[in-house]
Each structure stands twice: as C-alpha cells, then as structure tokens.
C-alpha cells in the first residue's frame, strides 16, 4: 500500500507552527488538560512523525512544553530532511 504523504511538500516552520497552534486551540474548545493534549498529539502524529515521537524520552514528551519545543526545534534544525512536518497536512485536511 502506498503512502498517502510520500508526495506532499515539506512544509515550512509557520505550518508547524500553525498546525500545534490548531491543536492547542481544539484542546482548550473541548476543554483537554495537558495528558489528553499529549495524547491526541501522539493519536494525530502518523508514520515517521509518529516514529519520532515514540523514539523521543519520557523526559520530552511528558509535558506538553517539552513536546512543543522539541517538536519546534526538530522543524527548524531540519526543515528540507525530516519527514516529521510531512506528516502534518493531513490533520489540516482533516480539520479545515
């Protein structure tokens, strides 16, 4: 089976950001604390996006700060060779 984001742009730091921004603001509608944020990140996250999250230390993904930062470190250092961002316009789709 093909992978349906193989062939999607890289996207750029501010869709990133725009994407966690998204996030935060349909956590805070349906009124999520920060484990339930956490969780719906690592639900929404598939493939290499998701493969990095789970290759992360309990240290960073135990708050929702050290997931956003390290998340926004990860697009910045290397926005034309990780899949991680590929992976976001999909829950974009999903949700305009």
Do not use: I
């Not at 869709?15 to 921004?21: D, G, V």
């Not at 230390?57 to 930062?69: C, F, Q, R, S």
């Amino acid at each position: 089976m093909r992978d349906p984001c193989e062939n999607l742009q890289r996207v750029t730091q501010q869709t990133a950001e725009q994407w966690l921004c998204h996030l935060e603001n349909s956590c805070t509608y349906k009124n999520y604390d920060e484990p339930k944020k956490l969780a719906l990140c690592k639900v929404l996250l598939t493939g290499s996006a998701a493969a990095w999250l789970d290759a992360l230390p309990d240290g960073v993904t135990g708050t929702w700060n050290a997931l956003k930062e390290r998340f926004l470190q990860r697009v910045t250092q290397q926005p034309d060779q990780h899949p991680v961002t590929a992976q976001l316009l999909p829950f974009q789709d999903r949700t305009a």
